[in-house]
């Protein structure tokens, strides 16, 4: 069972820039895709960004693209999303996910862990 716990999130004034952190337990972490989520108020959760296993493979929402990096550390187990020139829109709960799978998945339903989700206010 693999256990992942988000943290970074905050409040922050359009243009500015956060850094989330994806911690997770167990010795399988290396192997995987990691994924980042969000989820606004009254809306359905979307895909955010994705990495392969070594990190060398990233995919983006056309949302974020340019905007947002993600990262990871293997040897600390943890992923990253360095999130810069923040918008009111980016305002949402913010999920990190594992895959089953070693590539970098968009798909929702391809991820088999979920964290419990950090909050990022976006102030205009």
């Known amino acids: 069972q693999v256990q992942l716990v988000e943290s970074g999130g905050g409040l922050v004034q359009a243009g500015g820039s956060l850094r989330l952190s994806c911690a997770a337990s167990?010795?399988?972490?290396?192997?995987?895709?990691m994924g980042w989520f969000r989820q606004a108020p009254g809306k359905e959760r979307e895909f955010v960004a994705a990495i392969n296993w070594s990190g060398g493979r990233s995919a983006y929402s056309d949302s974020v693209k340019g905007r947002f990096t993600i990262s990871r550390d293997n040897a600390k187990n943890t992923v990253y999303l360095q999130m810069n020139s923040l918008k009111p829109e980016d305002t949402a709960v913010y999920y990190c996910?594992?895959?089953?799978?070693?590539?970098?998945?968009?798909?929702?339903?391809?991820?088999?862990?979920w964290g419990q989700g950090t909050q990022v206010t976006v102030s205009s």
């Open positions: 996910a594992a895959s089953q799978y070693p590539i970098a998945k968009v798909t929702e339903t391809d991820y088999a862990y």
């Open positions: 167990g010795r399988t972490f290396s192997g995987y895709g």
